[in-house]
T-cell receptor, first 115, second 114 residues
């Protein structure tokens, strides 16, 4: 079946602009995660959804970052007033959110470059 | 909050040798510990995981051991091959009874020299 998809694959923007990154999880996966990965680093947790609600948003670095998942499927990560330090690969993952099946399936990522 | 520390950050071995990567975690209630492999330019993929009701799990050349008392778990790769070269990440949950809320280690870059 189809895996997790993310669009766009690459996004170049100018400092101060607004960007939206989209994630399509595996069908039926109720848990969805956003991570940020800089070169040579591990995935840095941003936010985790269970269904439509954010179960843990403690990783969002500041109020310029916001994410939604209005229908419990597709999610959008929104970044306002982008800064050069926001440049990274943004990874989305989904999982079945059940007691024994916790494997997170990652998307290919969106490489964000803020000039 | 949960701290997941991973060592070493880089590891270089000769083909055929073993490689061991270790992670420590801080929340004694954690009970699920996965390992992910990320090849260059690709997405992380789960290679093995372990739950706290067992101390070791094997899958061919890969094994994971868990020491709950010491709060650490390790990835063991035997008979390493060049295609094992990648970055490996451990992860651990930070919420009791919720294995979905995970934090990742900083990664270990493994290089297997032919």
């Amino acid at each position: 079946g189809a895996g997790v998809s993310q669009t766009p694959s690459n996004k170049v923007t100018e400092k101060g602009k607004y960007v939206e990154l989209r994630c399509d999880p595996i069908s039926g996966h109720t848990a969805l995660y956003w991570y940020r990965q800089s070169l040579g680093q591990g995935p840095e947790f941003l936010i985790y959804f269970q269904g439509t609600g954010a179960a843990d948003d403690s990783g969002l670095p500041n109020d310029r970052f916001f994410a939604v998942r209005p229908e419990g499927s597709v999610s959008t990560l929104k970044i306002q007033r982008t800064e050069r330090g926001d440049s990274a690969v943004y990874l989305c993952a989904s999982s079945r959110d059940s007691g024994h099946y916790n494997e997170q399936f990652f998307g290919p990522g969106t490489r964000l470059t803020v000039l | 909050g949960e701290n997941v520390e991973q060592h070493p950050s880089t590891l270089s071995v000769q083909e055929g040798d073993s490689a061991v990567i270790k992670c420590t975690y801080s929340d004694s209630a954690s009970n699920y510990f996965p390992w992910y492999k990320q090849e260059l330019g690709k997405r992380p993929q789960l290679i093995i995981d372990i739950r706290s009701n067992v101390g070791e799990k094997k899958d061919q050349r890969i094994a994971v051991t868990l020491n709950k008392t010491a709060k650490h778990f390790s990835l063991h790769i035997t008979e390493t091959q060049p295609e094992d070269s990648a970055v490996y990440f451990c992860a651990a949950p930070i919420q009791l009874y919720n294995n979905n809320d995970m934090r990742f280690g900083a990664g270990t870059r493994l290089t297997v020299k032919p």
